[in-house]
């Protein structure tokens, strides 16, 4: 096979072996934080923080749930890294968003996170903080979910079919996945623009 159907190939092979009771539990949970006037705050770093960006304007725009991402914000999240370290620019600015119970860390991640072997500790940092507040956690991960699968409430990971496409299925699938969510008619508080264009 070429390179092209063999990546596609895997795609079929990843949709098919989702998990989609996880995907259900992810909606449930989004659901109960919209209900409680909670907010969703998206954690992501490399291409999962360019997905994070995405998915806080379509959570906030056609889910009607208040969202947010610190990757949004360079001058903050450069001034934190700066100042405090990488490690703890996501924990911190948690704590400066007054993280509660009613809400929400959703994170989106190749990893999910690995002390251990010094991967993505930011978002290990800030998950571990989200369980000392008593928030819920949340994420679309890939490999084995890393510390994120391990600490969250619902949680789905990619399967790997290929070693060598772990990244670029992983992120692809991330978007795949809140784009479910966000058009659920569950989840959906306005019509989607090209979907009302008659």
Request: with cysteine.
């Amino acid at each position: 096979m070429s390179y092209v159907e063999n990546y596609l190939a895997e795609v079929k092979t990843i949709t098919e072996q989702i998990n989609q009771a996880d995907i259900e539990g992810m909606i449930s949970i989004i659901l109960d934080i919209r209900r409680n006037n909670g907010r969703l705050f998206f954690l992501g770093v490399g291409g999962s923080a360019g997905n994070a960006s995405h998915a806080v304007n379509d959570f906030r725009k056609i889910a009607g749930i208040e969202s947010y991402s610190p990757c949004d914000n360079v001058s903050e999240l450069t001034a934190r890294t700066n100042d405090d370290g990488w490690e703890s620019v996501f924990v911190e600015w948690l704590k400066g968003s007054h993280l509660n119970t009613k809400d929400a860390i959703f994170v989106l991640s190749v990893g999910g996170g690995n002390s251990e072997k010094n991967v993505s500790v930011n978002l290990v940092r800030a998950l571990e903080y989200a369980k000392k507040v008593g928030t819920k956690i949340i994420g679309i991960v890939g490999r084995d979910g890393g510390y994120t699968s391990k600490m969250a409430d619902a949680c789905v990971i990619v399967p790997t079919v290929n070693v060598a496409t772990v990244t670029a299925h992983s992120e692809a699938f991330q978007a795949v996945i809140w784009h479910l969510i966000v058009s659920d008619p569950r989840m959906r508080v306005v019509e989607m623009k090209w979907e009302s264009v008659k």
